[in-house]
């Protein structure tokens, strides 16, 4: 195997790719989770307000997302612009 | 030099088969050891269905770790009839795949063990519920380190003669680590919902049946991530690649098998939380599990979202 010039930073930037998709995908997953099964709770304790509820989870998930489309970003950007 | 270095690859994948698969049982069988040694102290004339209750989940969590220990056996005394070295890198591949399989699995087992432990002590007339929830629990929390244990046989037994060394070598080590590490997380999520459950079941047994389906509608979502780098696996291992020395083209499927496996992780362990969460107010307010369920499922569709992410960008790199 040939390790050398372009083919290696081609080589490094696909591994980084991965890297960070795979480990940027971990915080928001767990996070996320968390976000929904707590309103879960809230929703068993106060049924009459699960479209509130529903709507905070909803936006709070979406910030947290967030984190991870910026991985997302970085993985893509490495793929084809490297 | 090529039959030296097939028995090298393989004895290294024995020890890391067996090494990481102890983990996760290990874990998963001392805390519900510990839950029962608990549970007793409150009730100790209960202590022989305790005992019972105990022994038959820890056999279930240790069943990963016996995977484990028949890959590695596979590894040890297997015939090495093939003798290219492609062959010594699926070999200690499908042992790393079958070790880090078997984490979750195990760890996860153990948490529906416990919390039925002290569910008996609870509610000791309905130790049969208790106990039908918690092995059903347990079961469904094997299934990724089943798929670890299929992808491990397939990259031990199949033959590779058709794949060239480079870049094989990469898409065997990647097929190992997407199925592997992404057994983990779903593994441990479903530990914690299957708890949960059983431990609703004790509080009021007489919604054992929506409780039981709640469940399992929950165990089944947070095993996706875990299909997802089993088909990753698939891909790498039958896609076989065209050969080139570059190393850009080895290091590409590699990176799809770790993207793929620590994507998994994440959404994995996050929609078992939400399952926990869910499963526990079911039996709490049984006239309100539809609105429960539908948030439950809302919630955990955006929680997977990374893990989706993560299945792209692995297909991205496979296919490209």
Known sequence: ?82 | MDEGFITLCRYLGAALSVGFGAIGAALGEGYAAGQASDAISYRPQASGEVLKNMLVGQAIAESAAIFALVVSILLIFGSTEFHTQIFGWAALSGGLCMGLAAIGSGIGAGVPAGTACKGIVRQPASSGKILTTMLLGSAVCQTPAIFGLVTAFLLIFLDHSNVPLYPGWAAMVGCGISTGLAAIGPGIGNGLTAGEAVSGVARNPDQSGMTSRTMLVALGVAQSTAIYGFLISLMLLFMTPKESTSFAQAMRLLSAGICMGFGAFGPGLGVGMTGAYAVKEVPRNPDGSQVLVRTMLVGMAVAESTGIYSLIIALLLIVL
Do not use: H, N, W
């Open chain 1, 1 to 82: 195997m040939d390790i050398s010039g372009a083919d290696f930073i081609k080589g490094m930037a696909f591994l980084g790719a991965g890297i960070a998709m795979g480990l940027g995908a971990i915080g928001p997953g767990v996070g996320e989770g968390f976000v929904a099964g707590k309103a879960c709770e809230a929703i068993g304790r106060r049924p009459d307000e699960a479209g509130l509820l529903t709507r905070t989870m909803l936006v709070g998930q979406a910030v947290s997302e967030s984190t991870g489309i910026y991985s997302l970003v970085i993985a893509l950007l490495l793929i084809f612009v490297v």
